[in-house]
């Protein structure tokens, strides 16, 4: 049994706790900790209007919000398998393509449209998966950024896809309402729908965060001999994360088709590579808010207080670089070296004894741990 530091402040009063209050506790703090992401859900909803409800306001939410469903097929190739993909604009362009091959020139409802970028995304995160399979670190990061040129040179060149100039003309979003259609002309009324899918991948990345398959993806990337004599079969569980990321990027693809109506080669360019990357190591690998608070951060910069379009990507780039050099675990690292520096301060002895258990159990939990 693990104890706490309000379990050595009872003993030390002299009030024992018994295991049916503890698990009152436990039980009351469910409710609450729902409670709690209700309340964050409807604040987040609500903040665009409440910070004025402008078009500048609402643009760079729903941007944020795409940005970081982008960010997040990311975050799981990185976080969890310790690899660095080069190539996820590939999946990124492949959602936002598709979407316009099939709207504007077959006239396809985005539904379906949604449905094909999520397949054709997973046709080729396979195809690469498979052909990476071998492959760790360095040349795994080669291999992918070597497919995104590859994209990028056949898009750039193609009548199909519209060359170097892209498709113009993606329809207005439409879905299915109660009473007839919904129809977005505006990022005001994008912005719902923009929410709702962040909503559900954060939820999705939650969910595997719990799942079998994370845990074996994170055990393979911390000792893959120890996994493979647990009877981990590394390879396929390698596949299997990197072919999830790929929808989750698409799916980012597919509502900034929508959001911007047309597309072009500049999605496969480096600008978006390093967002992605900017947006999951500046908060800290393996936050399950981390890309969104990567992601805020970057769009908030560049919509309300933009040095123009190259100076925004130096800056990118220069927090990249720094971060990378500075604080290999992002603004997580730095908090935690603060709150060391805190604890040390004279006059605070006894906080480090207090919190020795929680750090200790924090130590041990592999999440925690930084390669």
């Given at each position: 049994m693990t104890v706490t530091s309000s379990d050595h402040a009872a003993t030390a009063t002299g009030t024992p706790r018994t295991p049916g209050a503890l698990g009152g506790r436990r039980r009351l703090g469910i409710p609450l900790r729902a409670l709690g992401w209700v309340a964050l859900l409807v604040l987040g909803y609500l903040l665009p209007t409440l910070l004025g409800g402008g078009d500048r306001i609402f643009t760079t939410f729903v941007l944020v919000a795409i940005f970081a469903i982008m960010s997040y097929g990311n975050d799981v190739v990185l976080s969890y398998l310790g690899e660095v993909s080069l190539g996820h604009t590939l999946f990124w362009a492949a959602g936002a393509y598709t979407t316009a091959m099939v709207t504007v020139r077959s006239g396809w409802a985005p539904l379906p449209a949604l449905l094909l970028s999520l397949v054709v995304?997973?046709?080729?995160?396979?195809?690469?998966?498979?052909?990476?399979?071998?492959?760790?670190?360095f040349v795994f990061s080669l291999v992918t950024y070597a497919a995104a040129i590859i994209g990028l040179t056949v898009v750039s060149n193609s009548d199909a896809l519209g060359?170097?100039?892209?498709?113009?003309?993606?329809?207005?979003?439409?879905?299915?309402?109660?009473?007839?259609?919904?129809?977005?002309?505006?990022?005001?009324?994008?912005?719902?729908?923009?929410?709702?899918?962040l909503v559900l991948v954060v939820a999705l990345i939650a969910r595997f965060r719990r799942?079998?398959?994370?845990?074996?993806?994170?055990?393979?990337?911390?000792?893959?001999?120890?996994?493979?004599?647990?009877?981990?079969?590394?390879?396929?569980?390698?596949?299997?994360?990197?072919?999830?990321?790929?929808?989750?990027?698409?799916?980012?693809?597919?509502?900034?088709?929508?959001?911007r109506s047309y597309v072009s080669?500049?999605?496969?360019?480096?600008?978006?590579?390093?967002?992605?990357?900017?947006?999951?190591?500046?908060?800290?690998?393996?936050?399950?808010?981390?890309?969104?608070?990567?992601?805020?951060?970057?769009?908030?910069?560049?919509?309300?207080?933009?040095?123009?379009?190259?100076?925004?990507?130096?800056?990118?780039?220069?927090v990249l670089a720094a971060v990378l050099l500075l604080s290999p675990n992002g603004l997580v690292g730095i908090w935690h070296a603060v709150a060391r520096g805190v604890r040390r301060r004279p006059g605070t002895s006894e906080a480090p004894a207090a919190a020795s258990a929680p750090e200790a159990a924090a130590s041990a939990d592999p999440a925690n741990r930084t390669h």
């Open positions: 995304a997973v046709v080729l995160a396979l195809v690469l998966g498979l052909a990476t399979l071998r492959t760790r670190e060359g170097s100039d892209g498709l113009v003309g993606v329809p207005l979003l439409r879905l299915p309402a109660v009473g007839g259609q919904y129809v977005v002309r505006t990022n005001a009324e994008l912005w719902p729908i923009a929410f709702l899918l799942s079998r398959l994370g845990a074996t993806a994170l055990m393979a990337q911390m000792n893959g001999d120890l996994a493979t004599s647990m009877g981990v079969d590394v390879r396929r569980t390698r596949v299997r994360v990197f072919v999830l990321s790929a929808p989750v990027t698409a799916l980012a693809g597919w509502l900034y088709a929508y959001q080669p500049d999605l496969l360019s480096s600008f978006f590579l390093l967002f992605m990357l900017t947006a999951v190591i500046l908060p800290g690998r393996r936050q399950l808010l981390g890309p969104l608070v990567g992601a805020a951060l970057l769009t908030g910069q560049q919509q309300l207080a933009s040095f123009g379009g190259d100076a925004d990507k130096i800056v990118l780039g220069g």
